[in-house]
């Protein structure tokens, strides 16, 4: 049995031994009884590690149930509290997700509400980095691909964009057209600013599919090719992968409107590309591209149709409002964030 601490030892000695004798509903009941209490009085910290311990004993006793009940209230008590993210906030909140086991929704739950709580209470606006990497790494373990995905985009992290290129690799294996894997990870990353992520997944994407799959290797440069003095490309077979090293490249480099040569440089890689045909010239790509084309070079998007002044007068007289008049600002990088300082990176 763990050791508990002076303040909640009297909740604890009277709720652990009950998980520990076969009665997880009276030990639920009391954990909420005696959390609930604490949690009134203003005594977070005592509540919190309560329905800590609680739940934690009732997980490894496979009521996951009871023990996902307690960790949702657990969070609610950080919230009451104002919790912020730290190491012993999250280490309990992954200690619990760990112990959930996969089997049902009991641990997306947790994952859900932990994530959220990160949110309003952490440093990033898409949740903790170091919580979405964990919760990635699980999911990825457990072979839920699709589920891990999310999480190691919204990581950031160079170890998650590393993780999520090994993913990905082992993902393609079972079928599927590799560029889009490779367009899957890259995409995602520029379109967050995060350049050092999108280059730290293309790389290693790129370097394990040609460690499985060595025909991958353009004949034509069997060797990296140096674009700058601290970067290059590795020439492979597969075009779309060609694209997403020199998009990397292009936007490491671009200065929104200032540099006209790179954005010029954007314009025609795009233009190469696209005009091959394949998943690159499909919309919903462009419209990607499109974005990344405004976020990094201030290249407006296209106009979907010409000026109808009277269209949207009755426009907004039927509540569609006025054009432009409450749109949110522009997203723009200028330059593009590309240096190891880049907030949010590790």
Known sequence: MPAVSNSSSRALNAILPLVASGQPYEAHQKARTFASRYSKSGQYDTAIDVLFQSARELLKVGQQGSGTDLTQFLLEVYESKGEAVNDESRGRLTQLI???GSSGSWRKTIIDRSISWSVRHGDCPAGDQDLHHYVGELLYKDGAFDAAEPHFLASGKRDSARSLANMMVEWSAAGGALGIFGLRGTLPY???GNIVGARTFI??????SISSRPGLLSPLQTSPLPVTSTSE???TTE???NFCQLAVLTCQRANGEKNKVIRESWV???GTYQAKGGVLATKEIRMVLQEIATLYFAIP??????????????SSMLGGGMPGGGAPPRRM??????????????
Request: proline share 16%.
């Open 98 to 100: 760990a112990l959930t």
């Open 190 to 192: 520029l379109q967050n």
């Open 203 to 208: 790389s290693q994407f790129i370097a394990q």
């Open 233 to 235: 490309i590795t020439h």
């Open 239 to 241: 075009p779309v992968l």
């Open 268 to 270: 025609r890689l795009c």
């Open 301 to 314: 998007p296209p106009r979907t149709q010409p000026d109808n002044p009277l269209g949207a007068m009755i």
């Open 333 to 346: 990088l200028s330059p593009a964030v590309s240096g190891p300082s880049a907030p949010g990176l590790d």
